[in-house]
């Protein structure tokens, strides 16, 4: 096996359902440090990060990542013990195999051969590691970001190894991902008998046409590299239980999918306008809003394009489809280039995660060539 392989099992076999870290990253700083590269752990509430360099001038180029996964769910549905990392046909199955902790073994050689065959590479190389990437994220990345920027420690390119490929490796680079917003909106009416509703305010019937407006309001067209920005519900909440009791409460949880055309405070202003339009007794608890953050085509993606043509023959296509990653900190923090470049995705929070055993390996070499166009 590679060594890319070898240390991906090592880090698959390390039980770190966030926002443990299982030594994870105790594995992973002692080899940079036998790297010669210079290691910060931070440590924020219960949650283990990293900072690490090599070199100490401009520019600086980072891969980020995370080293906990998610829980894996009822054990019967996996083929292998989800924490024995196993190959077969030539996949690597196990929690974290995909996300992401085959990209950080990926990365992690791929630095290490760098630094061995130019240890006096121009710039930077640095890691930025968490384990609170699928949690809450309250004291990970975006503390770490908090703390660079204090210290006046400038981030030029980053790379966060998250799977961000669809069919093949490298068929998919995400250079920007959409904003979240979340909402629970409880709407206060007055519980009672079904039989006399006029005795009653029933908060289900109160909030639909609010619920219908914000369901078919037009919030931004979206532009060349973001779709419009989606209001979707999620859940709703009401009732005693008893089909002869009109609800006292009614709530509501809801998100935004928000392209760089819209801001947080606008999709609240907006929300509340609505909303008061239809005289409700209400309040909403939001939650913490992610901002959208896109790296629009520049040296960064043209280099990992290129690189990845070179070595797969894949060509690679810009997006900034899916979900959230730590890239939505790195990017507005640090003012970094920002991309997301790694594994298949197909199989990640699910029974059987695997990811190919050639494609880490075919990953370690794109990463290693990457670093050599932007810090030779």
């Not at 400038?154 to 669809?166: F, L």
């Not at 949880?253 to 801001?263: A, C, V």
Request: aromatic share 8%; glycine share 10%; with cysteine.
């Amino acid at each position: 096996m590679s060594k890319t392989i070898v240390l991906a099992k090592d880090l698959i076999s390390r039980e770190s359902i966030s926002p443990n870290d299982g030594g994870c990253q105790v594995v992973l700083t002692e080899r940079l440090s036998k790297s010669d590269f210079t290691v910060e752990n931070l440590k924020f509430g219960n949650v283990d990060n990293f900072w690490a360099t090599h070199g100490n001038t401009d520019p600086v180029m980072v891969f980020a990542g995370h080293t906990d996964v998610v829980p894996v769910g009822d054990e019967n549905n996996w083929l292998t013990k989800p924490f024995i990392p196993t190959i077969k046909d030539g996949l690597l199955y196990g929690r974290g195999a995909a996300d992401m902790k085959g990209g950080l073994a990926a990365m992690t050689v791929a630095a290490e051969r760098f630094v061995s065959d130019f240890p006096h590479h121009k710039g930077t190389l640095g890691f930025l590691i968490t384990s609170d990437e699928e949690g809450p994220a309250i004291d990970g990345t975006v503390k770490v970001a908090r703390y660079l920027k204090e210290s006046k420690q400038q981030v030029d390119y980053c790379i966060v190894g998250e799977p961000s490929s669809t069919l093949k490796l490298g068929d998919t680079i995400k250079n920007g991902r959409r904003g979240s917003l979340n909402g629970c909106l409880a709407v206060i009416g007055k519980q009672g008998h079904i039989a006399y509703p006029h005795l009653a305010i029933n908060p289900i019937h109160q909030v639909l046409p609010a619920l219908n407006e914000l369901c078919n309001e037009n919030w931004d067209n979206g532009n060349e590299y973001f779709s419009s920005t989606s209001f979707q519900i999620s859940n709703i909440y009401s009732g005693t239980g008893a089909t002869n009791v009109t609800p006292g409460e009614t709530e509501v949880l809801f998100n935004f999918r928000y392209s760089t055309e819209n801001t947080f405070e606008n999709l609240q202003e907006r929300v509340h306008k609505i909303l008061d339009k239809y005289n409700l007794d209400y309040k909403i608890d939001w939650g913490l809003p992610s901002i959208p953050f896109l790296t629009p085509s520049g040296d960064l993606a043209t280099s990992c394009q290129s690189v990845i043509k070179e070595i797969t023959g894949v060509e690679s296509e810009l997006s900034t489809s899916g979900g959230t990653s730590d890239g939505r900190f790195i990017a507005p923090i640090l003012g970094a280039q920002v991309l997301e470049l790694g594994p298949v995705n197909a199989t990640i929070h699910q029974a059987n995660e695997c990811v190919s055993v050639k494609d880490l390996d075919d990953l370690t070499d794109i990463y290693y060539q990457i670093l050599k166009n932007i810090l030779l």
